[in-house]
């Protein structure tokens, strides 16, 4: 059973366009997060939801919007792609949001022509 | 802001000899710390978490805590091949882990 799991798995895109990434947990957590991994291997948050809740939200363009429909999705929409924005998407999900080890997703490699 | 700092590597080790890893972190409140191993082309995955000052052993691994110095690190004995890859540490500070930036480790047969 994939405990985290997001599709698609790759995007090529053009520059401009709009494009969604999915993400869903069963595996009972209240917490989801999405990460920005670029070519240089650093992990970056970008949000966290807690219950629907969104409990972290970094500079992050808002271009970018998160949406939890409920506690076991975390979806999110990228506006106006931009060559920048190509790097490796990650979802994952813990227990509760402090303390506790993070779940990834296999990640979603995104690139912008 | 706070900060966790990791040497990027590459740590090159021989087969059969201990791999150690080590992380520093900024934040004198956290308390909770996580290795995660990454291999190329793949998501982080989970190998240990430790919370207290002391050692935790698991198979092959230790990770080692001193929240005194703010140090926290992972010993991997007998490394394998199997074990080169990067290596994360994350430490909890308001809510959310902050990551270091990996070191890259090589075992060479």
């Known amino acids: 059973d994939t405990a985290v799991s997001q599709t698609p798995k790759y995007l090529v895109t053009q520059m401009g366009n709009d494009k969604s990434i999915k993400c869903e947990q069963n595996?009972?957590?209240?917490?989801m997060y999405w990460y920005k991994q670029d070519s240089k291997k650093f992990l970056k948050i970008m949000f966290s939801?807690?219950?629907?809740?969104?409990?972290i939200n970094e500079t992050v363009p808002n271009r970018f919007s998160p949406k939890s429909p409920d506690k076991a999705h975390l979806n999110l929409h990228i506006n106006s792609l931009e060559l920048g924005d190509s790097a490796v998407y990650f979802c994952?999900?813990?227990?509760?949001?402090?303390?506790?080890?993070?779940?990834f997703g296999p990640g979603t490699r995104l690139t912008v022509l | 802001q706070k900060e966790v700092e990791q040497n990027s590597g590459p740590l090159s080790v021989p087969e059969g000899a201990i791999a150690s890893l080590n992380c520093t972190y900024s934040?004198?409140?956290?308390?909770?710390f996580f290795w995660y191993r990454q291999y190329s082309g793949k998501s982080p995955e989970l190998i240990m978490s430790i919370y207290s000052n002391g050692d935790k052993e698991d198979g092959r691994f230790t990770a080692q805590l001193n929240k005194a110095s703010q140090y926290v690190s992972l010993l991997i004995r007998d490394s394998q091949p199997s074990d080169s890859a990067t290596y994360l540490c994350?430490?909890?500070?308001?809510?959310?882990?902050?990551w270091g930036a990996g070191t890259k480790l090589i075992i060479k047969p």
């Open positions: 595996l009972g957590h209240d917490t």
């Open positions: 939801y807690n219950n629907k809740e969104l409990i």
């Open positions: 934040d004198r409140g956290s308390q909770s």
């Open positions: 994350a430490v909890n500070s308001n809510y959310q882990l902050i």
């Open positions: 994952a999900s813990s227990p509760a949001t402090s303390g506790h080890e993070q779940f």
